[in-house]
């Protein structure tokens, strides 16, 4: 207790004889001479927990949260030795993603939002590496957000942000996120993947099929987050089987699927036959 700039948590009772944590300064020296001033400048501690025996063995160290535990009272919660390692390399994958998302078209933006929140919120992510992240999310939500915008500009009268709110309130809850099939009057090939793009980015777990007519033809655009998709819902497949009914065909990948469609007459029975083939292979892979 004599030592010079010993820590003892507050409160805490310790026995007459307790470990000495000492960093920078041997505990040898420290009995030898107590009440030298110099001790003041290294951590020394009372603690009954495990140590290292040298601080060498802990290797990298890495943070991986600052937080407050009480009024006054910071907490530091960090990674040592291989786990340490394993969140650096975590560190890089996440400049890299982030990279990624920022070269993408404003279109592509809602599903790469996601899955950088997604990685930004994992145990192992440094500290650091958190926060460029989440600098760099609001960066392109605002950027997103601009985009929404200017198709809605372009649109005339066609409110994409509000009717994707309109479609996910009225949305199908299966397989653990929500199912969409809704006709948008009036509205582009464009327009409709502009839909999808606002919907995706509100519901991170979602299967969207939207149709629109010009009078001579039908545009069909579907979307499809990772979880469904390991349900076995692919967008290209889905829009396809879709579009078949109203004499049209399209494809694309299991995110994003595009077709057009022959018969507007046929749209309503389109847009069932596409909710029945979602219905099926998600509550087929559900149960």
């Not at 599903?111 to 997604?118: R, V």
């Amino acid at each position: 207790m004599k030592i010079n700039g010993l820590r003892a948590v507050f409160g805490e009772k310790y026995p007459p004889l307790v470990r000495v944590v000492s960093i920078g300064a041997p505990v040898g020296d420290l009995l030898a001479q107590p009440d030298l001033a110099a001790w003041r400048k290294h951590a020394i501690e009372f603690c009954g927990g495990t140590h290292v025996a040298r601080t060498g063995a802990i290797g990298r160290f890495v943070i991986t949260a600052e937080e407050s535990v009480s009024k006054g009272v910071r907490r530091i919660v960090a990674l040592t030795g291989n786990a340490a390692l394993a969140a650096a390399q975590q560190s890089r994958l996440m400049d890299e993603a982030i990279a990624a998302a920022q070269s993408l078209k404003e279109s592509e933006l809602p599903g790469a939002i996601n899955a950088l929140q997604k990685k930004s919120g994992a145990d192992d992510v440094p500290l650091l590496a958190r926060r460029r992240a989440q600098l760099s999310i609001a960066g392109l939500q605002d950027k997103l957000k601009k985009w929404e915008k200017a198709q809605q500009a372009s649109g005339g009268s066609i409110d994409i942000a509000g009717i994707a709110t309109q479609l996910l309130a009225s949305a199908q809850d299966l397989a653990g996120g929500k199912l969409v099939v809704a006709e948008v009057a009036d509205a582009s090939a464009d327009q409709l993947r502009g839909v999808l793009d606002s919907i995706r980015k509100r519901q991170p777990s979602v299967a969207a099929l939207v149709a629109a007519s010009d009078g001579a033809k039908l545009s069909f655009v579907t979307a499809v987050t990772d979880e469904l998709i390991a349900r076995g819902l692919r967008a290209g497949d889905w829009v396809k089987e879709a579009a078949k009914v109203a004499g049209g065909g399209g494809g694309g990948s299991p995110q994003m699927g595009q077709a057009g469609g022959k018969d507007p007459s046929r749209l309503a029975d389109a847009l069932a036959a596409g909710r029945q083939y979602a219905v099926t292979l998600l509550q087929g892979q559900s149960m």
